[in-house]
């Protein structure tokens, strides 16, 4: 049995080490630095990558021309900032040494590509602990496709109907249904309206990472009993 969690938004709260990425670029470009105000856009831009970031936070949609190069300065600066501020949502670190003193495996599956999501979690203390780490690079196809979520499988030795899955976009759901997972959506990320959130086909929703234990064990029991 086992616990698999998306990154940014789910197991990591990482917005602050966006901000001075995206403030340092506002400034090279003559914009002012973001209000504390567009803390909340921000939050939710996390979550659909770095397209989003650029739009939210710089003012440039995909389809402009200078969306390309400021997309490579933000991530360029994303990792002078890279850990300084992300922590662990609130109940995530006493969740997690509960899952380690019983012995089971928790992993990550992350659309985060491998030379950020392995400097984060190295400078957090995390890489070591997780019994796999699933990256937006590691498998051809990133989420919504189950590949990577497949992937985590074979890496900890277990199947999908052993595995519950945690995170808070649509894709992460989409993702661990179609890998066979029991899914878990995490209402405390960075959810943009949470009544849509809950139409995303989720076995089960959450408001605190404090949830997610007290759930697992019930569905361990009723599943494989």
Same mark, same amino acid.
């Given at each position: 049995m086992s616990i698999l969690f998306d990154l940014d938004g789910t197991l990591f709260d990482t917005v602050l080490d966006f901000?001075?990425?995206?403030?340092?670029?506002r400034i090279e470009i003559g914009l002012p630095s973001l209000p504390g105000s567009a803390l909340p856009s921000i939050r939710i831009a996390v979550s659909y990558g770095i397209d989003s970031l650029v739009e939210t936070g710089l003012g440039y949609k995909k389809e402009q021309k200078e969306s390309a190069p400021l997309r490579e300065a933000l991530l360029k600066n994303y990792l002078k900032y890279l850990g300084h501020a992300s922590k662990p949502f609130p109940g995530i670190e006493s969740l997690l040494q509960i $899952?380690?003193?019983?012995?089971i495996p928790w992993g990550i599956v992350t659309n985060k590509e491998s030379y950020q999501t392995i400097p984060l $979690?190295?400078?957090l203390g995390f890489k070591h602990r997780a019994a796999c780490i699933?990256?937006?690079?590691?498998?051809?196809?990133?989420k919504p496709h189950p590949d990577p979520l $497949?992937?985590?499988?074979?890496?900890i030795?277990?199947?999908?109907?052993?595995?519950?899955?945690?995170?808070?976009a649509e894709r992460d759901i989409i993702a661990g249904n179609a890998a066979g997972m029991?899914?878990?959506?995490?209402?405390?990320g960075y959810i943009e309206d949470e009544e849509a959130a809950k139409k995303w086909g989720a076995h089960h929703y959450v408001y605190h990472a404090d949830e997610i234990l007290?759930?697992?064990?019930?569905?361990? $029991?009723?599943?494989?009993?």
């Open positions: 901000i001075p990425a995206i403030n340092e670029l $899952l380690e003193e019983r012995e $979690l190295e400078k699933v990256s937006g690079d590691t498998t051809p196809n990133p $497949l992937y985590a499988c074979q890496q030795g277990l199947t999908p109907q052993q595995c519950v899955y945690v995170g808070d029991t899914t878990i959506g995490a209402l405390f007290p759930w697992y064990e019930k569905w361990q $029991l009723s599943s494989h009993p």
